[in-house]
Nanobody, 130 residues
C-alpha cells in the first residue's frame, strides 16, 4: 500500500508560481508511475501530468495541453518525493490538486486516466486570483 501526502498549495496571484510536493511512503519504487490530477468545483477530476519510468534510470514526462510549457513534474527518488512546479499560473488553474501513484509501467501509452492509478493523496488546494 502506498501513502501519498501532498503539500505546497495556497493562494497566489495570476502569473505567480507554486511548487507542490507529494511525499510517498510504503511500498514505492523508482519505477512507479506518478501523476498529478486536479479537480475544480463542479468539474470532473482531470489529468495534469505524469512521469513514467522508461528504463535505465530514465523517465518520460507527459502534460495536458492546458499546462504544457508552464508546469513541470519531477521526482527525487532519494527523498521519495514528486514535485509539480507551476509557473505562470492562471485563474483557471484553481483546483484541488491530487498526487497519484501506480506500480504499472506505462511504456506504450500515456497514463492519463483516473483508473490508471491505484493510490491517491488527499489533495491540496491551489487558488489563483485574477
Amino acid at each position: 500500500q502506498v501513502q501519498l501526502v501532498e503539500s505546497g498549495g495556497g493562494l497566489v496571484q495570476a502569473g505567480g508560481s507554486l511548487r507542490l510536493s507529494c511525499a510517498t511512503s510504503g511500498r514505492t519504487a523508482s519505477t512507479y508511475t506518478m501523476g498529478w490530477f486536479r479537480q475544480a468545483p463542479g468539474q470532473e477530476r482531470e489529468f495534469v501530468t505524469a512521469i513514467t519510468w522508461s528504463g535505465d534510470s530514465a523517465y518520460s514526462t507527459y502534460y495536458a495541453d492546458s499546462v504544457k510549457g508552464r508546469f513541470t513534474i519531477s521526482r527525487d527518488n532519494a527523498k521519495n518525493t514528486v514535485y509539480l512546479q507551476m509557473n505562470s499560473l492562471k485563474p483557471e488553474d484553481t483546483a484541488v490538486y491530487y498526487c497519484a501513484a501506480s506500480d504499472i509501467r506505462y511504456y506504450y501509452r500515456i497514463p492519463r486516466q483516473i483508473t490508471d492509478f491505484g493510490s491517491w493523496g488527499q489533495g491540496t488546494q491551489v487558488t489563483v486570483s485574477s
